[in-house]
Each structure stands twice: as C-alpha cells, then as structure tokens.
C-alpha cells in the first residue's frame, strides 16, 4: 500500500482492499501492578480494525505481582507477548520491543498511561495525512487516587510555568512540529535512519532520539485533539524524586552524548533559576549589589508562584498544596542537575 492509498483509506473509513498497517504497541514495564490492567485494556478496546495491532510488554523482572496479571491477560489475547528485559532499564525494552515487532508502525507506550479508543487511528491517520514521521497527542494528567495533593500536583504538571513550553503537557490549539511527543507512532523506517534509543541513557532517552530524528530531517507533529490519560506522581516525595532524577540525568546525557543538543534549554532552566540565587553569594565580597540579584529573582519567582496558584486553585486543590507543589517541581529539578555538576568527575569517569 502506497502513502496516498492509505490517505485515502482513512478518508474513507477504512475501505481499501489491503486494509490499514499493523501497529506494534511497545509497552516497557517494571512492577506496575496499579496500573498495567488498565494500560492493556485501554489499547485492546482501540478502535484500530481487529488484527492490525500486536502489543509487545517488555517486563523489567517485575516483582510485585505484575508479571502474574501480564501472563493472565495474554492467556485471553494473543495479540499480547510478553519478552523478559533482564537489563531492567527502559530504553533496553524499548529496543528489545523494536527488534522483536512485526509492524509497519511503532507505537510507544506506557505502563503508567491508558488510550482512548481513536487515539491509535487518529495518530495513524494523522501521521500520513500531515505526511509526518512520528505523531502524537497531548498528555491528559489525571491523578489514580483524586486526593487534593494529587489534584494540585497534576494541575502544576500540566501548567506552562509548572514544565515551560512542553507542548504535550500543555497542549496545543493546531497541529504542529514539535521537538518530541510521548506516546507517539512512528514508522519503523524511522528508526533505520536514526537508529534505536540509546541505553546508556536510563531517562532523556526519549528527548534524545527524538533530537536524532529531526536531524535526520524527519517531522515530529503533536496532534491537535488527540489525547492520552497519564497518572501523574501523587505524593511531593514521589514528585521530588522522579523530578530529582530528571535533572540529575540531563547532565549525564549531556556528558554521554558530548551535545547540548541532545535536550532543549526547557530542561536546564531549573538549573539556572538555582544558580542565580546560589552563585551571587560567592560575589557579594566584590559588591554588595550582588546580593540584589537572588533577592529580586526569588521575590519575583515567589510572585510567579502565587499568582499562578490563585489562578489555578479551586475546591478540589488548594493554594498551599499548589504553591508546595511548585516549589518541589523546580527545586528538585534544579537540585538534581546542581548534584550532577558537582559530580562531573565522578561521572565523566563512569560513564564515558
């Protein structure tokens, strides 16, 4: 089937003789036993025509009883494999689901999501109509318990001063080429041309591929419209720590990588925001106007902070737990990437 053959396929319903191509739906996944149900009946209820989809669950050796509800729902499906992944790390899986797929299109997924039913078609639609390489939709960050915490915590992540210009997190009034989308498909091809994800990066593996795709001059759209459900962190600890990692791991995939490139300036801005209330302290001996500079930027981030919350605050999330929320988002991340500067010997010696 040609690319105007299946333009014109999903044009018209779907009626071509050849049908619509297989899409391999990788799913990497490491003791989910919350969420994994979920996630697999979500994309067995797609509305993608019957035997056009195969979904590939790479378990990380999970221990917590996820491993006995994948086995207990592949017995009723089998478009469901199930492939252990010893390297318990998630670009391994991903590549192991890559290699081991069948499909014409690759979809990426994840454990800690759930699909609506049109969300396959119409990224597979989408991505031959804009004539695009890899789609994807927006984030919908839903909280799996709705306690006030978590409902204020999935509020932040989904506000641009929460997590800058992430387009998939904020949303998007039009189709448009972005930098990375998650949850996408792409055409396998794509992958022969930029290669598989790189495992040496246990996070920004995504980012980074993604960065190798556009360089390859291949286009990324996020779809307008189109949107997946994510179950967000539900604790400050929780949020701190996985936010903690992130920022700790974009300096070690600048070192591994040698390219700056390799993200995009959102993910340092947590870092420099920090900077510049530590690093005037160590001026202040060569002029006391240094002092002003942390002083005006935190009186201005702390007004930020609060009129952001007002605007964000209701009855189900109140101001304090946004505000707290916002404060560990950043000074997390920014934390983590301050510890990986300190560590540059340590990791350059480890990890290059």
Known sequence: MNKQNIKDDYATNLTVETGPPVVSVIVPCQNEVKYISDCLESLLNSSYPPGKIEIIVIDGMSSDGTREILSEIAKDHPEIRLIDNPKKITPSALNLGIQNSSGELIMIASAHSS???N????LVGK???LDADVTGGTLNTIAKNPTPKALSIVKILSNRFGVGNSMFRIGAGSHQIVDTVPFGIYKKEVFKVSGLYNEKL???HDIELSKRILKAKRKIFLVSGVTCNYYARETFTDLALNNFRNGYWNILTVYITKKFSSLSLRHFVPLLFLLSLIIPFFLVSLSGYFMLIPILTFALYNIFILMVS????????????LVRGFYVLHFSYGFGSLIGLLRIDKLFSHHV
């Open 127 to 129: 991505l031959y109509e």
């Open 310 to 321: 007002l605007k964000l605050k209701s009855k189900d999330s109140g101001l304090t737990y």
């Open 115 to 117: 699909f609506p039913a």
């Open 119 to 122: 969300y396959i078609p119409e």
């Open 202 to 204: 246990v996070r920004n």
